[in-house]
């Protein structure tokens, strides 16, 4: 059961986080305390050492988008929120029967492009308003 | 010379880190660590229940503005923490608690005293670590310091297997202390100030809300001054008590559910309102959408995740409170309020804040009005949960930066008396009221012992109304007086209960006697004393929001019809 209104959008999110115990908890909890379920979750090495890049989707209002960015970007494991524009996504609805991993953003040269530093910075990617 | 063990690492760093007290209750998993504890300078305060350590260290922190560290065992002790953690995160108050565990061999095989309490705080922390190797102590615990102590405070959790504890390091020479980086806005943050600024000099009816933020950051005297220069009316919250003196002319007190009914007259008239350090939660925005309907909304927090979170701001600063008053000091110029604080004192006047009484027998807010007048203008004042605390926020004004003590996000009972005893540790020469009902009371009572062995001079006021006050309120205004659950009939004789701990005791139940109890109380210096207050039961706090409505919905007195039950939750 989820609070789901009809006409949510799927939304899709990429993360770069840390490779700590605990932190695919971390993640799904600031999910399932909304009441919002996470339907789609890959998650692999990072090319950036000891980093693991996390792709998940989930549906929710624009709202519920712009808290659950802001609370994964509190968690201190958590290096990096990316939302996935929709534009950027493949047409068919996000959780088809094929391969996930598949559509894996790839963080070539990682390091350097995205440094953590940009990562809790203001500007590093655009919130949706409330 | 021997090699330390994991726990002497672990005491040895927090020596470094200045850490001078813990507070703890031992047991198998732990037993490492109180034995390292043994040959150390830290003090060992023993409370009597493990959530009772965990609000002492919170009290202790909120008091200092320094760590709090908690100590206790694995399972059942490690989980007495949990209601702790939840209020030192709900009111961002730097806590560090270290839990032992079973040996990593035994971790998931449900061993005695086993639970996971990783997994448990989970969403309590702001950050946690289980120990997986002794050569990871020393960082992880300079880490929690670092993490439960800057930004947004909040607390972190360790959780240490007791062969780790035990083990014996190759290799562990203390890690070097880093220096302290000096905070700066950067030109992103000027900008956003300087859009405030502009914001500001439209303003001809603004209004500061200051909340447990600023007092965080250590902003009062910066609150006090932009108050100053822009003759800008300042209303606080809860937990903003003592970010601007309440006793000043331009201080309208607390807004909210509870709040004046001038603060809260002001939100519905104001032009501008500048947050500083709230949260704008619902405790003084029960209705988003018609807070403060006329203003434009400018928020500085130092959590970008609270920008926007509740109220969409016109201009925002995400950074330290104190920072950016100071970069807006300069940039703002006075205005001309004089019309909006005469509308205020107007309104002030037509609506003071006045103890209203309903029952037979003595009024809890007169009670504690008798305390303020009474008390040192720098006492600290820890509450815990329900009327008499609503009463202690209205009546004992608070005039500097942490001296008042109170649960506001989690809403903990219990929590006052353990507070007061960890405030009083971290301010000895302070002048320290726990403010306390009879419910949340008996939910802590063992720590009189505590405040007992230590002789710590604590004034105990608890407000006796035989019921638990804030619940039978809702249940007679709002559930026609079908009182459930409420009637506290069976409460120990407390003056006879706190003797039975070696506490002196005070007792008062009528308006004639309560000058010279109070005063009798306060003098008083042989260790704590108890002050049972014996009130009327069926005084009610107002004035009062009901949850959900907006500040233009507010209850001045009792009301003479029913009313219906309010759309918010609590």
Redesign the interface.
């Known amino acids: 059961m989820t609070f789901l209104n009809e006409g949510d959008d799927v939304h899709t999110l990429t993360l770069l986080v840390k490779r700590e115990l605990g932190i695919l908890a971390r993640i799904a909890l600031v999910f399932s305390r909304r009441g919002l379920d996470v339907a789609e979750l890959s998650y692999a090495k990072a090319t950036l050492d000891g980093h693991q890049q996390v792709r998940l989707a989930f549906q929710g209002d624009a709202a519920q988008l712009a808290r659950v960015s802001a609370d994964l970007r509190k968690l201190i494991d958590v290096v990096e929120v990316d939302v996935v524009p929709h534009s950027n996504l493949e047409r068919e609805h996000p959780w088809s029967s094929r391969s996930f991993t598949s559509r894996m953003p790839i963080y070539a040269g990682s390091a350097a492009k995205r440094s953590p530093s940009s990562a809790m910075g203001a500007k590093a990617t655009p919130m949706p308003s409330t | 010379m021997t090699r330390p063990t994991g726990a002497e690492i672990l005491i040895r760093e927090l020596e470094q880190l200045g850490v001078t007290h813990v507070f703890g209750y031992p047991g198998g998993a732990a037993i490492n660590v109180f034995d390292a504890l043994y040959d150390s300078t830290i003090e060992l305060v023993l409370a009597r229940h493990e959530q009772g350590a965990t609000h002492m260290a919170d009290g202790y922190a909120r008091a200092s503005g320094r760590l709090g560290v908690v100590l206790v065992t694995s399972g059942p002790g490690a989980l007495n923490t949990v209601t702790g953690l939840l209020t030192a995160k709900m009111d961002s108050v730097p806590l560090l608690v270290i839990c032992g565990q079973t040996n990593r061999a035994n971790l998931g095989k449900d061993a005695f005293q086993e639970a996971d309490v990783?997994?448990v705080t989970?969403?309590l922390v702001?950050?946690?670590?289980?120990i997986l190797s002794v050569d990871d102590i020393a960082p992880s615990v300079r880490r929690a310091h670092a993490?439960a102590t800057s930004g947004r405070p909040g607390p972190v959790l360790l959780d240490l297997p007791k062969d780790v504890s035990g083990q014996r390091a190759l290799h562990a020479p203390p890690l070097p202390m880093e220096p302290k980086a000096d905070a700066a806005l950067d030109q992103?943050q000027r900008e956003d100030v300087r859009a405030m600024a502009r914001l500001l000099s439209q303003s001809r009816r603004p209004l500061l809300l200051v909340g447990h933020g600023a007092i965080i950051a250590g902003a009062g005297a910066a609150v006090t001054a932009l108050a100053e220069r822009l003759q800008s009316p300042v209303t606080n919250t809860l937990l903003g008590k003592g970010a601007f003196p309440e006793q000043h002319p331009l201080s309208l007190g607390m807004l909210g559910m509870h709040g004046t009914a001038y603060a809260n007259y002001a939100t519905t008239r104001c032009d501008l309102v500048l947050s500083i350090g709230s949260r704008f939660d619902d405790r003084i925005n029960g209705k988003t959408d018609a807070f403060c309907p006329l203003a434009k909304k400018l928020h500085i927090d130092i959590?970008?995740?609270e920008i926007?979170?509740i109220v969409?701001p016109d201009a925002a600063v995400?950074a330290d409170a104190k920072l950016a008053l100071l970069e807006l000091l300069p940039l703002v110029d006075p205005l001309d309020t004089s019309a909006w604080l005469d509308e205020l004192q107007t309104y002030r006047e037509a609506h003071p804040l006045k103890a209203q009484k309903a029952g037979d027998g003595l009024a809890a807010a007169r009670v504690i009005e008798a305390f303020y007048e009474a008390a040192p203008r720098d006492a600290i004042v820890a509450t815990d949960v329900g009327q008499h605390q609503m009463w202690a926020a209205q009546f004992f004004l608070t005039a500097r930066e942490r001296t008042w003590l109170s649960s506001g996000g989690a809403g903990t009972m219990g929590f006052g008396l353990p507070a007061a005893i960890g405030a009083q540790l971290a301010r000895p020469d302070a002048t320290v009221i726990a403010c306390v009902g009879d419910g949340g009371f008996q939910m802590v009572l063992g720590e009189l012992a505590t405040a007992a062995q230590r002789k710590l001079p604590i004034k105990l006021l608890v407000i006796d109304n035989r019921c638990l006050g804030m619940v039978r309120q809702w249940q007679e205004l709002f559930y026609d007086n079908r009182l459930s659950g409420v009637v506290l009939d069976g409460n120990p004789d407390f003056v006879a209960l706190a003797r039975a701990f070696g506490i002196k005791g005070f007792y008062v139940d009528a308006e004639a006697d309560l000058d010279a109890t109070v005063r009798d109380a306060l003098a008083y210096d042989g260790g704590p004393c108890l002050i049972h207050a014996s009130v009327a039961r069926e005084d009610n706090v107002f004035p009062m929001i009901p949850a959900g409505c907006s500040a233009a919905e507010i209850v001045l007195e009792r009301p003479t019809t029913p009313l219906p039950p309010p759309p918010g939750s609590t």
């Open positions: 990783f997994g989970l969403p702001k950050h946690s670590r289980l993490i992103a959590d970008r995740a926007g979170k969409t995400c």
